[in-house]
């Protein structure tokens, strides 16, 4: 699959760069997330599709042969079980771009993220009060 990977602004552009099967599990994906985290933003980081929450919440970015999805290191370390049947890193899974993408799993993970980053936001907010 061709991909062009710089200079992409929004997250449109980005998944207008893959062929419509690809672009069908990105738009299915996307929606997953705003459905879990209606008040995250979008934007590029990294150069791959980013959702924000008081930070960071979750990225994604397609593959030859798969989805990564990047809910960080905790997400990754929280699901643990769930995830053992998909290829992990420290802040990332793979799912193979040919079976369908586990969306309820990923609505957990992405509540997840959104309550922690909530809770180190107010736990930073009350550092900062004196």
Do not use: C, W
């Not at 552009?13 to 994906?29: A, H, M, N, R």
């Not at 369908?100 to 736990?123: D, M």
């Amino acid at each position: 699959m061709e991909h062009k990977k710089a200079g992409h602004q929004t997250i449109d552009e980005y998944i207008s760069t893959f062929p419509k099967d690809v672009q069908q599990i990105l738009q299915g994906l996307r929606a997953t997330i705003q459905a879990v985290a209606p008040g995250a933003g979008e934007t590029i980081r990294y150069g791959i599709p980013t959702f924000t929450l008081e930070g960071n919440l979750v990225h994604f970015a397609a593959y030859k042969k798969h989805i990564g999805f990047y809910p960080a290191s905790s997400g990754i370390r929280t699901f643990k079980k769930e995830l053992s049947a998909y290829k992990t890193s420290r802040g990332t899974v793979q799912f193979s771009i040919d079976k369908p993408l586990p969306l309820a799993l990923i609505k957990k993970i992405v509540r997840f993220r959104a309550a922690e980053n909530k809770k180190l936001h107010l736990e930073k907010s009350k550092r900062k009060k004196p």
